[in-house]
């Protein structure tokens, strides 16, 4: 069975991502983007359903392991009675076709290494036919082809599906192995230097991480926030991936089961506001560029989630024969939420767009137009239900952080308007933001308990409503304020940590509980912060720090009972709030 979640360190390429556990096996790919099908499905099963564990015979967990310098490079170290070997493993940013590349190391003595290759097309339903060439094994099914590249003299043989391998590998030595992926119609493959490709995609992560400028005490967590930020963004097209997984559980035996392997326009705004703070400018262009592609038509017709490349489309579906994370069905690929009506996103979406023009971005005039155009949509419907940030799939309702999102869109155009000079029906726009505040006070307020609440009518808590001060949207030492994160924090509380609200009652749509949510755990810490609570802040914010793996990545959501990560891994959500956060409380 797949490892803790908190087992697996990410590799990836900027087109896709594999994980990879302690025990050195690869649980997790999809060939060739982030949201095609897998050919490594053993994290939603077993070992069947996809892997390739290369590692010490008959051994377990590594010793230790870590991310080489500061880039996406895993050195994975075992000590043996036989001697210590290293593992080092990495995705090249690639040329053409993707790789993934593992040197097995001798750094003492002498190592028996064993290796099991295990390829499953089509997330883990088809295996493949196997044939040898003189250099390679060809795995082929349908449209897909994968050739392992076997090192001189290492001997490979199939065995019970998969292709096996015994060597054993001595102090100073090095093998090689390369897998590649590519149509099944094409009949050769680039051959690739392994050390070579080792030092360009060391040097590529080092020029790039070296221009994070974020100088505070959290430095490490911060820089390895942004470099798992910058490994989820599709390069070929600027969009960014909520996770580069599906259906981890967000409670091991639950249904809270989803595919994250798309771009959701909420989470790819929130993560270049946390890129262009972080010093990074040129992903804020390219994801500009990616939403005016993905949206256009009818840019008032705003998804919430498109595929990478901006496709509409994406049926969600259950994978009945795999028996899911420790045994968490259904198994879902595709994602219903691309049909649901979420305001929220043009709130994130001109957020966004207002942070790039104030990091020097200029506001080119078909950005403007299209700013123009959500606007008029959002000024039209902003007064509807929907089902909001958190993708119910119950009724729709009038969700307070969409109105409140809604205010920001109307403050935050305005204010462009005002710096860029730009034509813009101004006074259209600032009398919709005081009727989206006027509202959102009046019927979002439970002027009883004097706190703000999920939706309009309701009497729910939702961590969403810390945005109010965070957005601006009321000033932090508002009385209404500091009474919703108090609220919040004692209503909340899931082991010290945050839930996104209660879901008892089955009122979203899907049964069962979930884990504590980590960014609104980080949410709460901004909160406290703005109340002038700093050292309660920055108490919270290092124990959600600390709950990230050895490698410092952090998934969607916390079990503080089995003291556990749950749902999709690493996510681009916490680690967003993590970055944000770490530059609030370091002023």
Request: aromatic content about 10%; some cysteine; hydrophobic content about 40%.
């Amino acid at each position: 069975m797949a490892g803790r979640i908190e087992d697996y360190a990410l590799l990836g390429d900027l087109q896709t991502a594999a994980l990879v556990g302690r025990d050195g096996s690869v649980d997790w790919l999809c060939l060739p983007r982030f949201d095609s099908p897998s050919c490594f499905a053993g994290l939603l099963g077993t070992a069947e359903h996809g892997s390739w564990r290369l590692a010490p015979a008959d051994a377990g967990a590594c010793t230790s392991r870590r991310y080489l310098a500061d880039s996406l490079v895993l050195a994975s170290d075992w000590e043996t009675p036989e001697g210590t070997v290293r593992i080092i493993d990495f995705m090249p940013q690639r040329d053409r076709v993707p790789q993934l590349i593992r040197i097995v190391e001798g750094v003492s003595g002498s190592v028996p290494i064993r290796g099991d290759l295990r390829l499953r097309f089509n997330h883990g339903r088809v295996e493949p036919w196997v044939r040898r060439t003189e250099r390679h094994r060809v795995a082929v099914a349908g449209p897909d082809s994968a050739w392992l590249r076997v090192p001189p003299g290492v001997h490979t043989y199939g065995q019970n599906g998969a292709t096996a391998s015994d060597f054993t590998v001595h102090a100073g030595e090095r093998v090689r192995f390369v897998l590649t992926w590519q149509p099944s119609h094409l009949h050769t493959t680039p051959r690739t230097d392994p050390d070579a490709a080792l030092e360009s995609t060391l040097a590529g992560w080092q020029q790039w991480s070296a221009g994070c400028r974020y100088r505070g005490e959290w430095r490490e967590a911060v820089l390895r926030s942004l470099i798992t930020l910058k490994a989820l963004a599709y390069e070929p097209t600027g969009g960014i991936v909520a996770a580069p997984t599906a259906s981890l559980p967000e409670v091991v035996g639950g249904q809270r089961n989803w595919d994250y392997r798309f771009c959701w326009v909420r989470d790819s705004s929130m993560t270049l506001s946390a890129l262009l703070r972080g010093g990074f400018r040129e992903e804020a262009a390219a994801w500009r560029k990616w939403l005016l592609r993905a949206i256009a038509g009818d840019p008032g017709d705003l998804q919430a989630v498109y595929g990478v490349a901006g496709e509409r489309g994406l049926p969600e579906t259950q994978a009945d024969w795999l028996p899911g994370y420790l045994g968490s069905t259904p198994v879902r690929f595709g994602n219903a939420a691309v049909h649901q009506l979420q305001l929220d996103v043009y709130g994130e979406v001109v957020d966004t767009l207002h942070l790039a023009l104030l990091a020097g971005i200029p506001m080119e005039r078909q950005v403007w137009s299209l700013l123009r155009t959500l606007m008029g949509f959002l000024e039209r419907h902003w007064s509807e239900p929907d089902e909001g940030l958190w993708e119910v799939r119950g009724k729709r309702r009038h969700f307070v952080h969409s109105k409140v999102m809604a205010w920001v869109a109307a403050d935050r155009a305005v204010k462009m308007a005002e710096l860029t000079g730009l034509p813009a029906p101004v006074e259209r726009w600032r009398t919709m933001r005081d009727r989206v505040h006027a509202d959102v006070c009046a019927h979002g307020y439970d002027a009883r308990r004097g706190v703000f609440v999920q939706s309009y009518g309701g009497r729910e808590l939702d961590a969403a409503t810390l945005f109010i001060a965070k957005t601006g949207f009321l000033p932090a030492d508002d009385p209404r304020v500091a009474r919703t994160v108090e609220a919040v924090r004692s209503g909340l509380d899931h082991g010290g940590f945050v839930r996104r609200y209660a879901t008892e009652d089955g009122t979203d749509g899907v049964p069962g509980p979930e884990g504590a949510f980590l960014a609104c755990s980080f949410w709460l810490a901004d909160a406290l912060a703005a109340l002038g609570r700093r050292d309660e802040a920055r108490e919270l914010f290092t124990r959600v720090v600390a709950l990230g793996n050895d490698l410092g990545l952090l998934s969607e959501q916390w079990d503080p009972v089995e003291r556990r990560q749950l749902g999709n891994t690493p996510q681009a959500f916490t680690h967003v709030a993590l970055v944000n956060s770490a530059f609030l409380l370091s002023g």
